[in-house]
């Protein structure tokens, strides 16, 4: 049996300092000594990480994504659809003949319904199902893809800039309640894609499921928002309906029933909303406008691009309308599986896939005075929102325009939208008054300009030129070379590095990662939000416990009749703790922001 005196008689450690061997207690047995690790030397593989983790969520309308704060994409991407809801041992998704079975039809308000988790209008919304869709795919995200554990950490939550309240109260109880986050940070969609794209300002077109939400962002602030109801559900609608106008046409029905059929297609539309939504996703596109070539470049600029028209350079521009090209010689078809009983193959021209994109997002082949103002189509929401901002934060969106949302992946948009917009900006301007009045003045005056100018060029021709010479005190002095070279070589001495700007009011198209990439770099470098909630104050108060903007006022000190302010008198006493310093904002003082 080994002894002590023989286990530090081999310890060459022992051998080396046999001085210090009896400060050292025996050990019962062999083993490995203990190394003590310093807390400030160590390295990070060492030790575990002391930090909080922050997690990132972005909810939508169909979606919700969760990662870690500092990633670079999310860990993974849910959605809100009929399948995620099925319960534990439903498998009847992979019997036989389920894809084929009848279901009811469903009408235009109830198209895909059940595949979103919310709608922009609550009067008919039940939030508790929205409260127990979101706890089941939160514990979903918890359990199989961020596997952590259920304890107090800080959430930063991305969520859309256009939010009821009822929605948002729900959001934030499920959150607290649940999953027991110590603080929940909002952040806005489209301040997280301005941060993702590397700008401070920007105008954010979030081609979303339902609606699209154009925001023109400076500074990271928001300073103006339109909507308009034209999203992807809409385009998705749009596809069903040509796929059914297309199989009513290989069925060799006549023209009478196909025009019953175009009036009366929310209703002709059946089970088809997975398929559709599959076609769309895989085969939509979009057309570029007609006639590009004489459209200004979209990176001219827009000081040229607003010159003076002639009159017949005005006319040629009111005469240029959009059509759609229908489909000719060379135009490809294609065959796909028909998402309407019975389930056969249909041929369908190429270039009617783009038909659904052009008349759900550009409302082609509609006239102005047939749509509402929450039904214009997205080139002009973007131009009237650049329209109604001061001139300099216009000219830095002008140059910053990101096209973001589920929508964007769409082939072709992103170039069709940028050219609608070039348009419209090299035929109106930045005028907001439109009609035949406003063009027949604009019309007037230009035509006053034209005279003006031939008046003044006759003149001048009229007159009889003098011929003189120029004295020798007019005489330009001859340029010597040596002091052009010191001149030169001075000039290059105290010139600075040049910095590259960008030209402000040129129109441009800017890519961004995300919103939840821009989210993820907010949290990872500490950004302090504006509405920062903590949960106890919530689970008091709720949203009525969030103060406004005008509200949230530093205290200022108040003289007492002794002279002095009465926070430092109060500070002196036994009960100074419990006062907030002077210039300070109480912790419960939170506001909604932009939600508000």
Known sequence: MTTASSFHDRNPSSVSR???????????????????????????????????????????????????????SPRCSLGFGPEEARRVGDYRRWMPGFQDRLVRKRTGYEWGEDHELWRMDVRELDLGLVENQIERTVREVYSKYLLLELKSRRLSLLLPAILPHPLLSTILSTLFVHFHFSSITLLSTPVCCVAAAGCRAGLVVDIGWSETIITATYEYREVRQSRTTRGMKLVTREMGKMLHRQKTISDGLSSELLLGA????????????????????????????????????????????????????????????????????????????????????????FSHLAQPVESALFATGSSAYELDDQEQPIHNVVFKTLLLLPPDIRSACLSRIIITGGGSNIPGLKSRLLDQLSLLIRDRGWDSVVGKAADERRRRLKEISCNRQRQQQQQLASQPTIATTAGAALTPQLSDPIEEKLRREQQRKDAKPSVVVPDAGVLRGVETLGAWAGGSLLAALKVKGTVDIDKDFFLQHGLAGARRDAEQQQQQPQATSTGMPQQQQQRQSHHGSAVPRAGVVERSAWTLGGWA
Not at 295 to 303: A, E, R, Y
Not at 310 to 328: C, H, L, V
């Open 262 to 349: 175009d009036e009366t297609a929310d209703a002709l539309i059946n089970d088809s909303f997975e398929r559709c939504e599959e076609i769309t996703t895989r085969m939509a596109w979009c057309q570029k406008l007609e006639g590009r070539s004489q459209i200004l470049s979209v990176t001219q600029d827009l000081s040229q691009s607003l010159r003076p028209l002639s009159i017949a350079e005005n006319q040629t521009s009111k005469e240029s309308k959009e059509n759609t090209p229908g489909p000719t010689q060379q135009d490809p078809l294609m065959t796909m599986p028909s998402p309407f009983p019975p389930y056969r193959d249909i041929r369908i021209p």
């Open 18 to 72: 046999p001085g210090l061997s009896h400060l050292y207690a025996d050990p019962p047995s062999p083993h490995t000594p203990r190394r003590g690790i310093s807390s400030t030397y160590s390295s990070p593989s060492a030790s575990y990480r002391n930090e909080e983790e922050t997690l990132i969520f972005e909810i939508g309308a169909r979606h919700l994504s969760a990662g870690f704060a500092g990633e670079n």
